[in-house]
């Protein structure tokens, strides 16, 4: 079992800057592959960004590409997303997820493969 709790979530104007994190707790977390997704109102949940389990190999969204950076810190248990020159469409709630099935060695962007996810927390943009 994997208990993921967000946090880091608000309103900001459209491009400022907003870091979130997620705590993780329960399992080894240096085995878990981690990613974001969101899932604005009336849209399907979509992938953002992924990490491998040391953090050396990291995939984005296009949408978000060159503005977004995931990160981790394993003596922590905390993956981040820092979120740049953020836009009104990136409104959404945000979701992380852990993938436990095969070591965090893979990344991931279908949120089927991963095995445990977060609460969300919510990301308001104003233009």
């Known amino acids: 079992q994997v208990q993921l709790v967000e946090s880091g979530g608000g309103l900001v104007q459209a491009g400022g800057s907003l870091r979130l994190s997620c705590a993780a707790s329960g399992r080894t977390f240096r085995r878990i592959g981690m990613g974001w997704f969101r899932q604005a109102p009336g849209k399907e949940r979509e992938f953002v960004a992924a990490?491998?389990?040391?953090?050396?190999?990291?995939n984005y969204a296009d949408s978000v590409k060159g503005r977004f950076a995931i990160s981790r810190d394993n003596a922590k248990n905390t993956v981040y997303l820092q979120m740049n020159s953020v836009k009104p469409e990136d409104t959404a709630i945000y979701y992380c997820?852990?993938?436990?099935?095969?070591?965090?060695?893979?990344?991931?962007?279908?949120?089927?493969?991963?095995?445990?996810w977060g609460q969300g927390t919510q990301v308001t943009v104003s233009s």
């Open positions: 997820a852990a993938e436990t099935s095969y070591g965090g060695r893979y990344l991931y962007t279908r949120d089927s493969n991963y095995d445990y």
């Open positions: 990490i491998t389990w040391n953090g050396g190999s990291t």
